[in-house]
């Protein structure tokens, strides 16, 4: 269920051409822009991203922001890779209007329990259950198990 009565138009995206396609998505009634990333580390996410560099996804991110995008980043956590970033991205909310939505690759029960603070949002989100921090701008998101 949408947060408004406007019709939602979502892209799904990596990120590395989001610097180039911002402002037509946004003329072609795009709304909102799904980035997949799973780290935030440089090094990280070009050893994970055949050599792909992660800055290309950063300025994309930004172009969309000031294009007028809603930003959602989806997160796949894997223990021993990028699972002590947790807090990284939930800063990330607290300076941002951004969703970060986990993915179910780590147990939730163990990304929860480095967010103590995190209070649900009882609403529809779909196929996602949101939570958020009082003083965030943006919120947390866990896929539902089917």
Do not use: C, W
Request: charged fraction near 30%; proline fraction near 2%.
């Amino acid at each position: 269920m949408s947060d408004t009565n406007t019709e939602k138009k979502t892209v799904v995206t990596d990120g590395q051409d989001l610097v180039e396609k911002a402002d037509k998505m946004k003329a072609d009634g795009v709304t909102d822009v799904i980035v997949t990333v799973n780290t935030f580390n440089y090094t990280r996410y070009s050893e994970s991203n055949d050599g792909k560099e992660l800055q290309p996804v950063i300025d994309g991110i930004n172009k969309a922001v000031g294009a007028g995008l809603n930003i959602r980043l989806d997160v796949g956590l894997k223990e021993g890779f990028n699972d002590d970033e947790i807090l990284d991205f939930l800063q990330l909310t607290l300076l941002h209007k951004y969703d970060i939505v986990f993915l179910p690759t780590m147990d939730y029960e163990k990304i929860k329990e480095k967010m103590p603070g995190l209070r649900h949002i009882d609403k529809d989100f779909g196929d996602v259950d949101m939570y958020k921090y009082a003083i965030a701008k943006g919120r947390i998101g866990f896929i539902k198990n089917k």
